[in-house]
């Protein structure tokens, strides 16, 4: 393949941010929400507006309460599983890729 400038092109180049979910389809990813929510799983699908299909997710839902004899912060965490899961962009803070080694 060559772009625009007549330089060749890999199927792994990055020219775009979302370019790097196209390279993560079918690998875990990490997705954070606004809501204190967080998601974990297997990359299905994800369009140029950032709706994005996970599979086998593990959902974490972060509660925070202030305990009111030491005023101190009380972290609750919460995962369940679910097998698939639609997201849409408005509330995605962070999406990132797994890890990769080599």
């Known amino acids: 393949?060559?772009?625009?400038?007549?330089?060749?092109?890999?199927?792994?180049?990055?020219?775009?941010?979302?370019?790097?979910?196209?390279l993560s389809l079918d690998e875990q990813i990490y997705v954070n929400m606004r809501n204190d929510r967080e998601f974990q799983g297997r990359l299905h699908a994800c369009d140029q507006h950032l709706n994005t299909i996970l599979g086998d997710v593990e959902e974490t839902v972060t509660t925070i309460e202030i305990d009111e004899e030491t005023y101190g912060e009380m972290h609750t965490s919460t995962k369940w599983n679910t097998s698939m899961l639609f997201g849409q962009e408005d509330g995605f803070v962070l999406v990132a890729p797994s890890l990769r080694v080599g």
Do not use: A, F
């Open 1 to 22: 393949m060559v772009d625009d400038t007549g330089q060749k092109q890999t199927p792994n180049t990055l020219e775009e941010p979302l370019d790097l979910n196209r």
